[in-house]
């Protein structure tokens, strides 16, 4: 019934549902279904092709992708799936890194947390089954305030050119946020970042003053020299889903590479 009334809500409901068609049915090539937003976990595959598009036009080799909160591990192995279509398409190799305690949510420090809606012990890994079907992705378990201190000497991995936020409150996105205080060099110049808990439903009932939102505007406000935005021309896409309100991109405006020349070569309008 809930599937019935969104089709019905769609302003172009056959549209939608030819694109629910195509990718359960695997049709065409995956670049197609990524153009058309007939693919699972559209905003995964969005922060991957993004990532690898972005290191491709700096003529970088290998980029990173990061996952905050990882849970069950559906979104990272999500991840793995984009990462490998996407890789056959650009000229880049592609890590992925996902960050939780392992053990669940901890329990809401306060009000900013959203109590009302997150418990403590939701979310909990099974991390013995997750790692028996990870491929290439690398967990990083433990409190994320204390792992990321280390991550870079650890791992020493690749250049960050995506990330998706989901630690659901407003305590822990403050402390993954701070990942973004390290060397600038060790991230691409911008960054398409996903943050799941900022649109919701009318239970979240989310507001800027509390949870991650919270957060992003924390950042903004204490960063002269780093910014999140939202990404405008998707909330402009005439086929705009819930996941565009909750991509944000990430400007690094002093990093050396950032005023490298990355759009089309050829740009010259004919009379």
């Known amino acids: 019934m809930a599937f019935v009334t969104r089709l019905f809500n769609e302003p172009y409901p056959i549209r939608k549902a030819c694109r629910i068609a195509i990718r359960k049915l695997n049709l065409g090539s995956y ?12 905003h995964y595959a969005y922060l991957v092709w993004q990532a690898a598009k ?12 990061l996952e905050f909160g990882v849970a069950g591990g559906t979104g990272l192995l999500s ?25 669940g949510l901890p329990p809401p420090d306060d009000y900013r947390d959203l109590p009302y809606h997150w418990k403590a012990g939701f979310f909990k890994m099974d991390v013995p089954a997750l790692q028996a079907r990870l491929r ?41 946020l701070k990942l973004f205080d390290a060397d600038h ?6 960054i398409a970042c996903y943050f799941d808990d900022t649109v919701g439903n009318d239970i979240e009932f989310y507001n800027d003053y ?3 939102r919270l957060a992003i505007h924390e950042f903004n406000a204490t960063h002269a020299d780093a910014k999140f935005s939202p990404a405008y021309y ?37 009379l």
Do not use: C
């Not at 670049?31 to 559209?42: C, N, S, V």
């Not at 972005?54 to 992708?65: E, F, H, N, T, Y």
């Not at 991509?247 to 070569?265: E, G």
């Open 54 to 65: 972005m290191a491709a036009g700096l003529g970088l080799p290998r980029v990173s992708i």
């Open 234 to 270: 998707l909330l402009a896409a005439p086929n705009m889903s819930v996941w565009h309100h909750q991509i944000w991109s990430l400007h690094y405006f002093d990093h050396p590479q950032y005023n490298t020349f990355v759009s089309d070569k050829d740009q010259q309008l004919a």
């Open 185 to 190: 060099n060790r991230f691409l110049p911008r």
């Open 31 to 42: 670049a197609f279904r990524y153009g058309i937003g007939a693919i699972d976990r559209p």
């Open 136 to 176: 290439r992705s690398k967990l990083v378990l433990g409190n994320v305030a204390e792992t990321f201190g280390s991550f870079f000497e650890n791992y020493a991995p690749a250049p960050i050119g995506a990330v998706s936020q989901d630690l659901d409150f407003y305590s822990s996105t403050v402390a993954a």
């Open 79 to 103: 991840l793995e799936y984009h990462a490998e279509q996407v890789e056959k398409l650009f000229p880049v190799k592609i890590e992925i890194y996902g960050f939780d305690t392992g053990e």
């Open 210 to 212: 509390t949870g991650e």
